[in-house]
């Protein structure tokens, strides 16, 4: 699937592949999908989570096939569908859809923010909805349909405690962006379990300028940032975009920043990189983030 959306930094746009199931209309970032195909038939795994259909191999490469009808609770039918192939955290998952609609180009401000109504800090499947005419399109949260299937495909949690006793690092600031409640829960936890407790969390890229800005204009933005950690899917404005905002501005350019998220691809790192990351990572690797962060606030600000 070839799209142009990849070879653009920083525009706060994304591509959207909407598709269906059951006449209900779903949205996934087109940056994670690697191809789509027509059903194929698959192989049962014993024991498998209910969601789980099985396994195939094209091309030599295993994928598992998740039925969204199933994660999503809804009724299943006789219709064959397509399996949409993604990679995201490291994992090649095939997802079994109805039908594909088509590829739409929206701006990360369009997107709309589902409230807690329908999108339960725990438990939410939604990241976002994108009014289109007369429909709505939901976003859907794979990294948390994946990870309520199998939780060891999340955050690494227990590399925290691989990195043994750590001296206090309350003194070092660090602002996050990350939309996901789960996500942003876990993150925050980790890094105050190895020393971190001096967190600024925002929900999403606009949140984290808006207090960058806010900061900068009080005097003491490298006294209350000392590092920033985002992630690149967000509402508003999207980590690609905050990190153009932050690497182009002569002060704030200063400030080590971290992109931390499932879509650190090649191609996506190498767009983090042509704006100036100081560094990438993907989402399973906490352990690592620690020791990034760790490593660029010792080298920038120390």
Same mark, same amino acid.
């Given at each position: 699937?070839?799209?142009?959306?990849?070879?653009?930094?920083?525009?706060?746009?994304?591509? =959207?592949?909407?598709?269906?199931?059951? &006449?209900?209309?779903?949205?996934?970032? =087109?940056?994670?999908?690697?191809?789509?195909?027509?059903?194929?038939?698959?192989?049962?795994?014993?024991?498998?989570?209910?969601?789980?259909?099985?396994?195939?191999?094209?091309? /030599?490469?295993?994928?598992?096939?998740?039925?969204?009808?199933?994660?999503?609770?809804? $009724?299943?039918?006789?219709?064959?569908?397509?399996?949409?192939?993604?990679?995201?955290? !490291?994992?090649?998952?095939?997802?079994?859809?109805?039908?594909?609609?088509?590829?739409?180009?929206?701006?990360?401000?369009?997107?709309?923010?589902?409230?807690?109504?329908?999108?339960?800090?725990?438990?939410? =499947?939604?990241?976002?909805?994108?009014?289109?005419?007369?429909?709505?399109?939901?976003?859907?949260?794979?990294?948390?349909?994946?990870?309520?299937?199998? $939780?060891?495909?999340?955050?690494?949690?227990?590399?925290?405690?691989?990195?043994?006793?750590?001296?206090?690092?309350?003194?070092?600031?660090?602002?996050?962006?990350?939309?996901?409640?789960?996500?942003?829960?876990?993150?925050?936890?980790?890094?105050?379990?190895?020393?971190?407790?001096?967190?600024?969390?925002?929900?999403?890229?606009?949140?984290?300028?808006? !207090?960058?800005?806010?900061?900068?204009?009080?005097?003491?933005?490298?006294?209350?940032?000392?590092?920033?950690?985002?992630?690149?899917?967000?509402?508003?404005?999207?980590?690609?975009?905050?990190t153009k905002l932050v690497k182009s501005d002569e002060d704030l350019q200063k400030i080590?920043?971290?992109?931390?998220?499932?879509?650190?691809?090649?191609?996506?790192r190498r767009k983090g990189e042509a704006l100036g990351a &100081?560094?990438?990572?993907?989402?399973?690797?906490?352990?690592?983030?620690?020791?990034?962060?760790?490593?660029?606030? /010792?080298?920038?600000?120390?």
């Amino acid at each position: 699937m070839e799209t142009n959306i990849l070879l653009e930094n920083g525009t706060n746009e994304l591509e =959207v592949l909407e598709f269906t199931l059951n &006449d209900n209309h779903y949205g996934i970032n =087109v940056a994670k999908i690697r191809e789509i195909l027509s059903y194929q038939p698959v192989t049962p795994v014993p024991n498998a989570h209910e969601s789980v259909e099985g396994i195939f191999m094209p091309r /030599d490469t295993m994928i598992t096939v998740i039925s969204l009808k199933k994660s999503l609770g809804l $009724p299943e039918t006789d219709e064959q569908g397509l399996f949409i192939i993604t990679n995201f955290n !490291k994992l090649n998952i095939a997802f079994h859809v109805d039908t594909v609609v088509g590829i739409h180009r929206v701006s990360w401000a369009e997107i709309i923010k589902p409230d807690s109504t329908i999108n339960a800090t725990e438990s939410g =499947v939604s990241t976002g909805v994108i009014k289109m005419d007369d429909k709505l399109v939901v976003i859907l949260d794979f990294e948390k349909i994946v990870t309520d299937i199998s $939780p060891e495909t999340g955050l690494k949690v227990s590399d925290i405690d691989e990195l043994g006793e750590r001296r206090n690092r309350s003194d070092s600031p660090i602002l996050i962006a990350e939309d996901s409640h789960l996500l942003s829960k876990l993150i925050t936890d980790s890094l105050k379990k190895a020393g971190y407790t001096n967190l600024i969390v925002t929900m999403d890229g606009q949140e984290a300028w808006d !207090k960058l800005q806010e900061y900068q204009k009080e005097g003491d933005v490298f006294d209350r940032v000392h590092c920033i950690i985002t992630d690149i899917e967000m509402p508003r404005m999207d980590g690609h975009r905050l990190t153009k905002l932050v690497k182009s501005d002569e002060d704030l350019q200063k400030i080590p920043l971290i992109i931390f998220s499932s879509l650190v691809n090649e191609e996506m790192r190498r767009k983090g990189e042509a704006l100036g990351a &100081d560094a990438q990572l993907t989402k399973p690797e906490i352990g690592k983030l620690v020791s990034a962060i760790d490593d660029l606030i /010792d080298k920038h600000v120390k």
